[in-house]
């Protein structure tokens, strides 16, 4: 039965941590998989993460489900961290969280609930957009379409997009990434947010906004500046969020599916379809994640130390944004790689070709992604001369 089925290649981004782990120069750098690194390489536990599972190891009482929406109390309190401790959306009851494995799970339940419940509904992607998009809609059968996003340049083409955008069919939906695109680094202004608002509202689009770098662009309220618009303003919108990143919490597959209606009936009615698409899925999510975030946002010593925590992840990315762009001075080349200090979150476009990144792996081992895509928390402050230097080298 077996014989006919066909290999497939891997994950190219996954692919890349087998490939660093093989190579034996010493000297080797890891700008590939999106994970967040320490000054040492790490991707360590968080404190405030270490307390909240110590103190549920000791309290918790049992291990039946959770039920397909997930723990209220990590419901909720990612509802107020999505969408600001006083939303009007809050206060109107008009948003429904499901607790899903991980961002990636909550698009997946984004995208069937899409092709069970918005037939003939066409999503809408950033060229480029995190490879795994194409994939989830696809798996769900749910027409897929593309709107420029990054110019040949290698800035980002807004003109592009909202001419796209005055195209697009009534009713479908756009994703749009809430902030720290993947895997461009560019994000929209507070000014371009409220002229996708405009368009969005104006030719009746539904908003997809895939939140999963919540606090590592400029702050968590910052980031979430353009969902809050969104949702402040518009009568419906869906959002994924992730907790993989901010609490650095990835292999336990904590996420959220949330849908924000008109009204609080309409509010009920999508949420008992998200119910049934989570519970076909996988029927209940994990609930270790929830449990430690729950725990640590419900917990005012804790929150602040998670705070605390955040922060200084993203102001190291942004230290070594400023840092690399210092580095290239040697080399005249300070101007030219500039935007890497505007971009956020923890990808850069380096504008390098996939030729150049070939060759910065073979002669460097110096990894990333082939369409050039650098993850900005693997450098170092230590590598940065070493990093500098062979990107001159294959730029000249
Ligand atoms: N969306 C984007 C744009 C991402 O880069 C990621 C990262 O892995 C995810 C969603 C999903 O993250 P996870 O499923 O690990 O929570
Ligand atoms: O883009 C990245 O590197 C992260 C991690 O199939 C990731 O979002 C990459 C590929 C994948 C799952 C996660």
Redesign the pocket.
């Known amino acids: 039965m077996f014989e006919q089925i066909e290999r497939v290649p891997g994950d190219a981004i996954l692919g890349l941590i087998d490939a660093f782990k093989k190579d034996t120069n010493p000297n080797k750098v890891d700008l590939g998989v999106?994970v967040y690194r320490d000054a040492s390489g790490n991707t360590p536990v968080l404190e405030s993460v270490k307390i909240a599972e110590e103190r549920l190891l000791s309290s918790e009482t049992t291990k039946s489900y959770i039920g397909s929406h997930g723990d209220p109390a990590y419901g909720s309190a990612v509802l107020s961290l999505v969408l600001g401790e006083t939303s009007p959306v809050l206060e109107a009851n008009r948003a429904s969280l499901t607790q899903s494995p991980?961002?990636?799970?909550a698009?997946r339940l984004a995208a069937d609930f899409i092709k069970a419940n918005l037939p003939g509904k066409a999503i809408w992607l950033s060229a480029p957009?995190?490879p795994?998009?194409l994939g989830i809609f696809d798996a769900a059968g749910v027409e897929r379409k593309s709107y420029p996003y990054v110019s040949a340049d290698n800035t980002l083409d807004f003109d592009g997009m909202v001419e796209t955008f005055e195209t697009i069919p009534e009713g479908d939906i756009v994703l749009l990434?809430a902030c720290c695109h993947?895997p461009s680094g560019f994000d929209l202004s507070k000014a371009q947010w409220q002229q996708v608002l405009e368009i969005i509202s104006r030719r009746n689009l539904l908003p997809l906004i895939?939140f999963?770098?919540q606090g590592f662009g400029d702050g968590l309220d910052d980031d979430a500046y353009g969902v809050r618009l969104l949702a402040e303003s518009l009568d419906e919108v869906i959002i994924?969020s992730?907790?993989?990143?901010n609490f650095g919490i990835?292999r336990e597959?904590?996420?959220a599916l949330i849908l924000i209606a008109k009204d609080q009936e309409q509010m009920e009615n999508v949420r008992s379809q998200a119910a049934i698409t989570a519970r076909e899925n996988y029927s209940n999510p994990p609930a270790h994640g929830g449990a430690i975030v729950s725990t640590i946002l419900n917990d005012n010593a804790l929150r602040v130390q998670w705070l605390g925590e955040v922060d200084e992840m993203r102001q190291r990315i942004n230290s070594l944004r400023r840092n690399f762009v210092k580095a290239m001075a040697p080399y005249g080349l300070e101007e030219r790689f500039r935007f890497i200090e505007q971009q956020r979150g923890m990808f850069s476009f380096t504008g390098l070709t996939p030729e150049q990144v070939d060759r910065l792996r073979d002669e460097f081992s110096i990894y990333m992604v082939r369409s050039g895509r650098a993850n900005v928390a693997g450098l170092s402050h230590d590598v940065l001369d070493y990093v500098a230097k062979a990107i001159a080298t294959v730029v000249k």
């Open positions: 999106g991980g961002g990636t799970g698009l957009t995190w795994n998009h990434h993947n895939d999963a770098y994924t992730s907790c993989s990143k990835y597959r904590t996420g």
